[in-house]
Nanobody, 123 residues
Framework: QVQLVESGGGLVQPGDSLKLSCAAS????????VGWFRQAPGMEREFVAA?????????TYKESVKGRFTISRDNAQNTVSLQMNSLKTDDTADYYC???????????????WGQGTQVTVSS
């Protein structure tokens, strides 16, 4: 089993930055990649970004966050971060960290999930 704990959410204004962190523990050797998903009120959960956990840190992003969000990893600390810049009101959502034994942008392919952290972007 893998346990994931997110942190770093909060209330910010449009244009501000925020950094989310995801701490992994347990059987982390099972992880092949880690992703961030988000769910806005009344909406389905959607993919945001993913990064390979081992080897080259391959990344992929949802089109609307490219150039604003950066996903990174620290294997020594077993953490994955999501740096979010130039935040917009549309970025308001609960953000979830998830891990998988494969590589995918599909929610159904992720095996382990954190509890989520709330991000609110409002003036």
């Amino acid at each position: 089993q893998v346990q994931l704990v997110e942190s770093g959410g909060g209330l910010v204004q449009p244009g501000d930055s925020l950094k989310l962190s995801c701490a992994a523990s347990g059987h982390t050797r099972s992880i092949y990649s880690v992703g961030w998903f988000r769910q806005a009120p009344g909406m389905e959960r959607e993919f945001v970004a993913a990064i390979g956990w081992i080897g080259r840190p391959t990344t992929t992003y949802k089109e609307s966050v490219k150039g604003r969000f950066t996903i990174s990893r620290d294997n020594a600390q077993n953490t994955v971060s999501l740096q979010m810049n130039s935040l917009k009101t549309d970025d308001t959502a609960d953000y979830y960290c998830a891990a998988t034994t494969g590589w995918s942008t599909l929610e159904s392919r992720y095996d382990w999930w954190g509890q989520g952290t709330q991000v609110t972007v409002s003036s």
